[in-house]
């Protein structure tokens, strides 16, 4: 079993970049597919970006692509979101998730059966 736990979320004003890290502990992070989400006031939780276990392959939501870029470091059993020309649209709580069935990229929701806490991310306009 792994444990998620995120960081680096914050208030930053429109156009700004910010850098999520998610840390794991418990298991290797190179044994789970992983996912950020993201839960805005009054709406569900949605996937924006998604990473295989070996790192080779990422897929974006549309609103995100071209902004946001998700990595990992298996040395440092981190997974990392940068955000960049961040919109008020953007504001959320942020989760990070592990799948621990999966492989490849996994877009369907209901794969992650493990997640983090959730960091805020504000930004102003």
């Known amino acids: 079993q792994v444990q998620l736990v995120e960081s680096g979320g914050g208030l930053v004003q429109t156009g700004g970049s910010l850098r999520l890290s998610c840390v794991a502990s418990?298991?290797?992070?190179?044994?789970?597919?992983m996912g950020w989400f993201r839960q805005a006031p009054g709406k569900e939780r949605e996937l924006i970006a998604a990473?295989?276990?070996?790192?080779?392959?990422?897929r974006y939501e549309d609103s995100v692509k071209g902004r946001f870029t998700i990595s990992g470091d298996n040395a440092k059993n981190t997974v990392y979101l940068q955000m960049n020309s961040l919109k008020p649209e953007d504001t959320a709580v942020y989760y990070c998730?592990?799948?621990?069935?999966?492989?490849?990229?996994?877009?369907?929701?209901?794969?992650?059966?493990?997640w983090g806490q959730g960091t805020q991310v504000t930004v102003s306009s």
């Open positions: 998730a592990a799948a621990s069935g999966a492989f490849s990229v996994t877009w369907r929701a209901s794969a992650y059966d493990y």
């Open positions: 418990g298991r290797p992070l190179s044994t789970y597919a």
């Open positions: 990473i295989s276990r070996s790192g080779g392959s990422t």
